[in-house]
C-alpha cells in the first residue's frame, strides 16, 4: 500500500473525552481477561473485582445468567452476538444496555471475546453521542483490534479487515506503522501510548482512501481503551473504529452552511453578497465560483418576471461575484462586474428559463453551442483546467434572480449530487439575503423619493437672509432617517427657519416627517412665537402617535421628534429661536467667530414631557452673521464625542465672506466617503438687514381722521420710493386696516410699510384679538372691509405682538392700479356704501365726506 492509500486528517476531533461505550475481555471460557476505566465507571466494579472472574457475576438474577450462558453458547455457534440485557451496578441498581460480543482472532487460530456495551438510560436523558455508542445501537460494523504494550497486534476481528483492507496474517506481531506506512502510524501511536500512560479512553478521527475505491474518500472515528489486569496494570490497548464517513460529511455540510450563516448578507449591497457568495464556496466547494446577477438586480430594481414565463429574449447578467482558488492566474476569464450575454442554446439559459440546476460531472469544454458563441472563453476555461461545473440558480419569489456557477480544476473529484444539494443550499440562504436587500432597496427607494419630494427643492430666504442646503441620506443598513428642513417666508419680510428630526428609519419616517414638515407650516402661518409653535407642534406629535397607537396593525410613524425654530427679522436683526430636544444652532459673526447659543434644550416632541413649557431666546445678530441649523447625524458619532464633531462644524463655518455652498461643501466633505450612518441635514443662512430708507412707520391717532392722515402718508412714501402706481390700491387697504384699527382696537395705533421684494403695509393696535372675515348679507352695512383687502392684496394676515396685534397685506412691486375712477379722495372715509353696486367708487373706497 502507497503513501496515498491512506491520508490522516488535519487533527484529532479531540484529544480526550468521556468514553462514549465501555469494553472487556473475556476468554473463551467467559472469564474476564481484561478491564478497563470505562467499564469501571458504567458497572462500578473495579479491575481488582472483575479479571479472573466470570463476567455473568454483573447479571441481577440466577435465571438472567442462564440465560445468558445459552446466549453465549449461540455467540459461539455465530461468532458474535448483540442485544439487551439487564446489568447490576455495583451499588445495587439495574442498567440496562445494549451489548455487543464480538469474536477476536489471535496468533494459532486462538480466539477471545470482546465485550462492548452502553447504557441506554445515558442515551436516552440525552448523552452526548458517540460513534461507537451509535454503531452499537445500530449494528454498524466495528473493527476491532487489539494491541500489547509495545503497540503490536494480539488480536483482531474480522471487521477490521473490511475497513483498511489489511488481512489478518499481516497484522499479527507488527506495529500500526509496520502495516500501514502511509496511515500516519506515528500520530496515532502517540495517541495509543497516551492512553496507556492515562488510562483514559482518546478518540482520532482519521479519512482514507481503501485500495478497492481509490476515488472513494471514507472517514473513520477511533476510540481507544486501555485493558488492564486484576491491579490495574495496563496489558494492552484496544481500538474500535467505526466509518462515519456519512457523519463527516454531513457535520462538513453543517459547518459550511453554518459559515454561510456569518459570512453571506453582511450588508444590503446585492453585489456584495454576491462576492461573499463566491468567497465562501472557495475552496470549501469548489475551486472556481462565479456570481452573475440579472443585472435590474444588480441595481437593486427586484424583478416581475416568474421562473416559466420568461421570453424568448434573455436577461442581460452582471458579474457580482468572483472567486478562485488561484487569484494569480492570469490567464482565467472573468472579470467582476463585467455584463454577460448568456447563450439562447447554454446551459446557463436552460436554467435562467427553467429555475433548475445544471450539474456537469465532466465538462465537455470542446463541444456545443456556448462554445461556438465565444471560442476565446471557451480556450480559457480549457487552460485553467476546470473539469467539472455546477449552475445553480438564484431563486427568490418564484423568480431567478442569478447564476452561480461552481468550478472545479485542482480537486480532481468531480462534482456529484451531494455537492449540488450542498451548493443548492448555500444558494438558497444567498438567495434570501438579496431577496431581503431588495425589499430593502424598495423600500428605501420609496422612503428617499417621498423624503425628497416633501422636503423644499429650491429654498429662499427673501429680504431675510440668504441660504444654502444639503442632505445625505443614511446608509442601506440603517435606512433613510426623518430629517428635514425648511425656510418659510413670513410677513413683514421676515423669515422662518426649521430643522427637524423625526426618530427611526424607513417610509415610516420619512411619512411622519412630511407629517410635521406640513403642521409646521401650518403653525408658521399662524405667526406664533417660537415656543408657542414648539408646544403646539408637541401636541401634534402626541396626537399622532396616540392615532397610531388605536391600531394594532399599524406600526406607530411618529415615537419622537426633535425641532429647531428660528425667526429672523431684517428690519430689527433680531433672531428669536427655541428648540425642542434639538442640537443648538451655530452663530459666526461677520468676522468669523463661531459661537453656539445657550438655548434652553426643551424636551424632544411627543414624547410626553412637555411639563415645562418651551422658551424662545433673542438674539441681536450683525448683518452677514451665519447661522447653521443641522441635525444630530452631522457632529455625532459612536467613534468620538459630539464636542469634536461641534469644533469640526465650527472649524469649516469660520470662513467669513465665503459662499454659502462652498461652506456646504466644506462641511459634508469630512464625513466618510460610505453613506453615513443617520441621516445629515445641514441649512445655513446669512443674515442680510432692510435699509432704514426702506422702512417707513407712523404713530396714528385713534380718531376717524387717521385714516385719511394714513392715506396721505402712504401715497406720499410711495412715490418717494417710486412706487406711485400702487397708490390707489395701497390707499384702500391703508384705509380699510386703519380704520378697523380705530373702531375696533385700542390705542397705539401705528402704520408701516416696509419696501422689500414686496410691499408691506403694517398697522399695529393694542387689541390683542385678531380680525376674522365675515360673510355678509346683502343688507349687512358692514363686514366687507376685510373682503376688500383680500381682492387687492397679494396676501394679507395678521400676528400677535407685544402689548397688541399686527394686521398686515402685502401687494407685488409691480401691481397694477385701480382706474382713477375708483381712487378715493383725501376726505374719504372708509365706510363701505353695502347697497352700492359692487364695482363702485362707494363699494371699493367707501363714501367721501366731502
Known sequence: MTNTDHMPLAEPVSSSEIPDAAIAMIDAEGTVVAWTQAAQRLVGHSAREMVGRSALQVLPRREDALSAAAAFEQCRAQGGWSGTVAVRHRDGRTLTMTLRVSLLWGQGAATRWLVSGADIGALSSGATDGSVRESLLSHAPIGIVVRDLQLRCTWVNDAAESHDGIPRDRRFGRRLKDSLPGFEAEALEVVMRQVLESGITMVHECRAWPPADRRRERVFSASFFCLQDADGTPLGVCSLSVDVSGNRRARERLAILSEASTRIGSTLDVMQTGQELAELAVPLLADHALVDLVESVSFGVELSARIGTTSGRLPLLRRAGLATIDPDV?????????????????????????????????????????????????????????????????????????????????????????????????????????????????????????????????????????????????????????????????????????????????????????????????????????????????????????????????????????????????????????????????????????????????????????????????????????????????????DEDIDVGLHRLGTALAQPGAPLEDLCSRVIQPLPTQAPVDDVTLLLARTRALEPAQVASWELPSEPAAARTARQAAARQLSAWGLEHLATNVELIVSELVTNAIRHGQEPNRLRLIQHQVLTCEVFDGNTSHPRPRHPRILDENGRGLFLVAQLSRRWGSRPATAGKVVWAEQDLTARPLPDAHRPGDDCFVSTDLKAPPTSPQALGGTCKK
Open 330 to 638: 492570469p490567464a482565467l476569464p472573468w472579470v467582476r462586474e463585467e455584463v454577460v450575454h448568456p447563450h439562447p442554446n447554454s446551459s446557463f439559459a436552460a436554467v435562467l428559463r427553467t429555475g433548475r440546476s445544471h450539474l456537469e460531472p465532466v465538462l465537455d469544454t470542446h463541444a456545443g453551442p456556448w462554445v461556438d458563441h465565444d471560442p476565446v472563453r471557451a480556450q480559457k476555461v480549457r487552460d485553467s483546467g476546470i473539469h467539472s461545473l455546477m449552475v445553480v440558480p438564484i431563486r427568490a419569489r418564484r423568480c431567478v434572480l442569478g447564476l452561480a456557477l461552481f468550478g472545479r480544476s485542482e480537486e480532481q473529484k468531480p462534482f456529484q449530487e451531494d455537492d449540488q444539494l450542498l451548493a443548492e443550499e448555500l444558494v438558497t440562504r444567498a438567495a434570501l439575503c438579496l431577496d431581503n436587500a431588495l425589499q430593502y432597496a424598495r423600500e428605501r427607494t420609496a422612503a428617499l423619493t417621498l423624503q425628497r419630494d416633501l422636503l423644499p427643492h429650491r429654498v429662499q430666504g427673501g429680504a431675510a437672509v440668504e441660504v444654502a442646503s444639503r442632505y445625505v441620506p443614511a446608509d442601506m443598513d440603517y435606512g433613510v432617517g426623518g430629517d428635514w428642513f425648511d425656510v418659510i417666508e413670513l410677513s413683514g419680510a421676515r423669515v422662518a427657519l426649521v430643522v427637524g428630526d423625526v426618530v427611526g428609519h424607513g417610509i415610516n419616517a420619512a411619512a411622519a416627517m412630511g407629517r410635521l414638515r406640513t403642521a409646521v407650516r401650518t403653525l408658521a402661518d399662524m405667526d406664533l412665537p417660537p415656543h408657542e409653535l414648539l408646544a403646539h407642534l408637541d401636541d401634534t406629535v402626541r396626537r399622532m402617535s396616540e392615532e397610531d397607537a388605536d391600531n394594532p396593525d399599524q406600526v406607530p410613524a411618529v415615537v419622537g421628534a426633535t425641532c429647531l425654530y428660528a425667526v429672523y427679522d431684517p428690519v430689527t436683526r433680531r433672531c428669536t429661536m427655541a428648540r425642542a430636544g434639538h442640537p443648538p444652532p451655530a452663530i459666526i459673526d461677520p468676522q468669523g467667530r463661531v459661537v453656539y447659543p445657550d438655548l434652553p434644550a426643551g424636551a424632544p416632541l411627543g414624547l410626553g414631557l412637555g411639563l415645562v413649557p418651551f422658551e424662545s431666546v433673542e438674539l441681536q445678530l450683525p448683518e452677514k452673521s451665519l447661522l447653521a441649523l443641522y441635525t444630530d447625524g452631522l457632529v455625532e458619532s459612536r
